[in-house]
T-cell receptor, first 115, second 113 residues
Framework: DSGVTQTPKHLITATGQRVTLRCSPR?????VYWYQQSLDQGLQFLIQ???????AKGNILERFSAQQFPDLHSELNLSSLELGDSALYFC??????????????FGPGTRLTVL | GQQLNQSPQSMFIQEGEDVSMNCTSS?????WLWYKQDPGEGPVLLIA?????ELTSNGRLTAQFGITRKDSFLNISASIPSDVGIYFC?????????????FGKGTLLTVNP
């Protein structure tokens, strides 16, 4: 158990809908990262937050957004969903921004299925 | 964008054998990471490499950061059944507010007891 929790574990929805994925980092970790894992694209870094502020952006679509709240939990919002958005979405946390000797701890993931 | 070529895509070996996998890129990275992912779980960081030429071990695992900064390998010695999983390399470029992490496609390792 990494100490990172994600809800829900599974999510099934329809095209055009909007969903919110939630992540609680390990106790004391200030950084949260979101990743998407699909069969064709593999693991892709989406976005990072540090202590409530956006720190870095990866391959995140404009239809997707995220935020980190004062209690450090984070939410990833996916809107206007398309079939191709079906994937595993992982959250990871670490104590500091990923520079130097930082270790990211991954949550169990949310499996999103768009029908 | 940056691409990582990870090979082999899959390996099927006998328990006790040594395993080697690698990642290459046309781009330079300033950090290389190796992760393992078990079915239904998130990736777990195995080894992190921060300097070109660095050789780091973690138990039966050894990884090296290539001298050109464009490649890295991971070796597993004396494999055991619990080594089964998907191994990912990842290259990182970061500096200031810029951060980019690129994953390889993974190596699926199967260990026959």
């Amino acid at each position: 158990d990494s100490g990172v929790t994600q809800t829900p574990k599974h999510l099934i929805t329809a095209t055009g809908q909007r969903v919110t994925l939630r992540c609680s980092p390990r106790s004391g970790d200030l950084s949260v990262y979101w990743y998407q894992q699909s069969l064709d694209q593999g693991l892709q870094f989406l976005i990072q937050y540090y202590n409530g502020e956006e720190r870095a952006k990866g391959n995140i679509l404009e239809r997707f957004s995220a935020q980190q709240f004062p209690d450090l939990h984070s939410e990833l919002n996916l809107s206007s969903l398309e079939l191709g958005d079906s994937a595993l979405y992982f959250c990871a946390s670490s104590g500091r921004p990923i520079e130097g000797t930082d270790t990211q701890y991954f949550g169990p993931g949310t499996r999103l299925t768009v029908l | 964008g940056q691409q990582l070529n990870q090979s082999p895509q899959s390996m099927f070996i006998q328990e006790g054998e040594d395993v080697s996998m690698n990642c290459t890129s046309s781009s330079i990275f300033n950090t290389w990471l190796w992760y393992k992912q078990d079915p239904g779980e998130g990736p777990v960081l195995l080894i992190a490499l921060y300097k070109a030429g660095e050789l780091t071990s973690n138990g039966r695992l050894t990884a090296q950061f290539g001298i050109t900064r464009k490649d890295s390998f991971l070796n597993i010695s004396a494999s055991i059944p619990s080594d089964v999983g998907i191994y990912f390399c990842a290259g990182v470029n970061s500096g200031g507010s810029n951060y980019k992490l690129t994953f390889g496609k993974g190596t699926l390792l199967t260990v026959n007891p």
